[in-house]
């Protein structure tokens, strides 16, 4: 019994098709999200941070990175990005990896 080319290659191409739609308006997602919204940047452990290490020394070993989220989801005592003000910040104890830095966990030496 010969089966229907046409139909069955149709039916692959439209799939196909509709994959690549979904994908491309789920890739934007993110940006469509945060575009109407103000944002705030927050710092966040990649992995954890000694007792004693400054903000600076964290960053620049790749401990911290500073993330944007939306503003109204920023923790009330988050510490923002390292600039001018806190670079010299220590860690008081020791922080997690996957902590967002706040501002209790961090002073001076």
Do not use: Y
């Amino acid at each position: 019994m010969k089966k229907p080319l046409l139909p069955i290659t149709l039916t692959i191409l439209l799939a196909l098709g509709a994959g690549i739609v979904t994908f491309l308006v789920i890739a934007g997602a993110n940006e469509r999200a945060m575009a109407d919204q103000e944002s705030a940047t927050i710092l966040v452990t990649q992995d954890a941070v000694p007792e004693g290490m400054t903000l600076r020394a964290a960053r620049d070993e790749g401990l911290i990175t500073e993330t944007t989220i939306p503003a109204d989801l920023r923790p009330a005592t988050a510490l923002g990005p390292i600039n001018q003000v806190n670079p010299t910040l220590v860690a008081l104890a020791e922080i997690p990896a996957g902590q967002t830095v706040m501002e209790a966990s961090v002073g001076t030496a």
